[in-house]
């Protein structure tokens, strides 16, 4: 058994002993910005929270609140692995400080009760709240689990709602990415911008490219159909936006999905 986590450690980016269960009870249950809170975070291999230049600059950001933890059932390595996604929530009183962090991890099961975390492409973000298109209340980030490229392995699917560019010119974009497993880490196969709004004032009529995603076919892996409409304001004064719908179809060549 020795010999078998040895050899799975010369290839894991990082191996944990844990066990998730009882790790997720324990961060429900430590107080907001506790050194245990920070231990627990660290313990699964996951970045502070929060983390990034645009964390609040208030007294509030150094407690972040758990919203939720979940532990999902998942073979994105083509074996029993467990997706791991964790929401905070930080000055949800505050205003303009709101912010949300998203923790997300996949661990791969060992032989004797070990864990693998991917290594590779971090699922997690960080986003204020009044950057997340649809309201404060919800998270920035979905994430599901579909079957794309394998009969058997799972990808991860994270769909993002999100406000760019504030000032003079005001942009809203939604955006899907698809990540798959490549031995020990996460790689992303597709990304797209699924609906991109552009105008000069967010209470303005906004020229709008909206893109949807289908899988196609019956065999794995799947193509990728993906339809774009694009939509203008009445009475645009420039006249540059053009209306149209197109469709492409991307295929999985060298583990990314290229456009045939």
């Given at each position: 058994m020795?010999?078998?986590?040895?050899?799975?450690?010369?290839s894991?980016?990082?191996?944990?002993e844990v066990?998730?269960?009882?790790?997720?009870?324990a961060l429900?249950?430590?107080?907001?910005g506790?050194?245990?809170?920070?231990?627990?975070?660290?313990?699964l291999g996951?970045?502070?929270?929060p983390?990034?230049e645009?964390v609040?600059?208030?007294?509030c950001?150094?407690?972040?609140?758990?919203?939720?933890?979940?532990l999902?059932?998942?073979s994105?390595?083509?074996g029993?692995?467990?997706v791991v996604?964790?929401?905070?929530?930080?000055c949800?009183d505050?205003?303009?400080?709101?912010?949300?962090?998203?923790r997300?991890?996949?661990?791969k099961?060992?032989?004797?009760?070990?864990?693998?975390k991917l290594?590779?492409?971090?699922?997690?973000i960080d986003a204020?709240?009044?950057d997340?298109c649809g309201?404060?209340?919800?998270?920035?980030?979905?994430?599901k689990?579909?079957?794309l490229t394998?009969r058997?392995?799972?990808?991860?699917?994270?769909?993002?709602r999100?406000?760019?560019?504030?000032?003079p010119?005001h942009?809203?974009?939604?955006?899907?990415?698809?990540?798959?497993?490549r031995?020990?880490r996460?790689?992303?196969?597709?990304?797209?911008k699924t609906?991109?709004?552009?105008?000069?004032?967010?209470?303005?009529?906004?020229?709008v490219?909206?893109?949807?995603?289908?899988?196609?076919g019956?065999g794995?892996?799947?193509k990728l159909?993906?339809?774009e409409?694009?939509?203008?304001?009445e009475g645009?004064?420039?006249?540059s936006?053009?209306p149209g719908r197109?469709?492409t179809?991307?295929v999985?060549?060298g583990?990314?999905?290229?456009?045939?």
């Amino acid at each position: 058994m020795l010999a078998l986590l040895l050899a799975a450690s010369l290839s894991c980016p990082r191996m944990l002993e844990v066990d998730p269960r009882e790790w997720k009870e324990a961060l429900l249950k430590a107080p907001p910005g506790s050194k245990e809170q920070g231990q627990l975070l660290e313990q699964l291999g996951l970045r502070a929270v929060p983390a990034g230049e645009a964390v609040p600059d208030a007294e509030c950001a150094e407690e972040p609140v758990v919203r939720g933890v979940d532990l999902l059932p998942a073979s994105i390595t083509g074996g029993k692995d467990l997706v791991v996604h964790a929401r905070f929530e930080i000055c949800a009183d505050e205003g303009e400080s709101h912010f949300w962090s998203q923790r997300i991890a996949v661990l791969k099961a060992l032989r004797g009760g070990a864990y693998c975390k991917l290594g590779g492409e971090d699922p997690s973000i960080d986003a204020p709240a009044s950057d997340v298109c649809g309201g404060p209340d919800r998270p920035p980030r979905l994430l599901k689990l579909v079957r794309l490229t394998s009969r058997r392995r799972d990808t991860l699917e994270l769909q993002d709602r999100l406000d760019e560019c504030p000032g003079p010119v005001h942009t809203s974009v939604e955006r899907v990415s698809f990540l798959d497993a490549r031995g020990d880490r996460l790689v992303q196969a597709f990304e797209v911008k699924t609906r991109e709004a552009s105008s000069e004032a967010p209470e303005e009529p906004a020229q709008v490219v909206e893109r949807t995603v289908k899988p196609d076919g019956g065999g794995f892996p799947r193509k990728l159909v993906v339809t774009e409409e694009t939509s203008c304001p009445e009475g645009e004064p420039g006249g540059s936006c053009r209306p149209g719908r197109r469709a492409t179809v991307y295929v999985l060549a060298g583990g990314k999905y290229v456009a045939r």
